[in-house]
């Protein structure tokens, strides 16, 4: 499978606004199919956890303790054209599937040796989100230091 690279240098909200500009399509098809897979899968609609308490809950906990994250959901938004609260929601619905009694959730694997490397990933939600995958080279500047992943 081949994956498409990109790589991004800022602050959060400027690598996630780089990120929803290169993948905008991408963004805005998993958006969509989200729509049709909350009823099937949660039995409410997606704007309708959307309206839940708990979206408030969980943004104002995300604001506070990982606010770096919530500004490259907002650069990646912006950088889509899609809704800040549809990017947040998708990536935060855990709570979700909690209430299903369910464990749900993708994992990411990540070695780098001095030949290579190897990134593992299961796909536990959508099947066609395997296909949007990409890699990423981010150079996070903030006031704490410079870092670099992929």
Request: glycine content about 6%; aromatic content about 14%.
């Amino acid at each position: 499978m081949h994956f498409e690279y990109l790589k991004a240098e800022g602050d959060h909200f400027t690598v996630g606004r780089v990120i929803g500009k290169a993948f905008s399509e991408q963004i805005f098809s998993v958006v969509e199919q989200a729509k049709s897979f909350y009823p099937k899968e949660f039995g409410i609609s997606f704007e309708q956890a959307l309206a839940l308490p708990d979206f408030a809950l969980r943004l104002n906990f995300a604001k506070k303790e990982l606010p770096q994250l919530v500004e490259e959901i907002k650069g990646m938004a912006e950088g889509a054209g899609v809704s800040f609260r549809e990017l947040f929601q998708l990536n935060a619905n855990e709570f979700l599937f909690e209430q299903k009694k369910r464990a749900q959730g993708c994992t990411t694997l990540f070695f780098k040796q001095e030949n290579g490397c190897l990134i593992a990933h299961n796909e536990d939600w959508l099947s066609e989100a395997a296909e949007k995958f990409f890699i990423l080279e981010a150079h996070i500047q903030d006031h704490f230091e410079r870092t670099s992943f992929i």
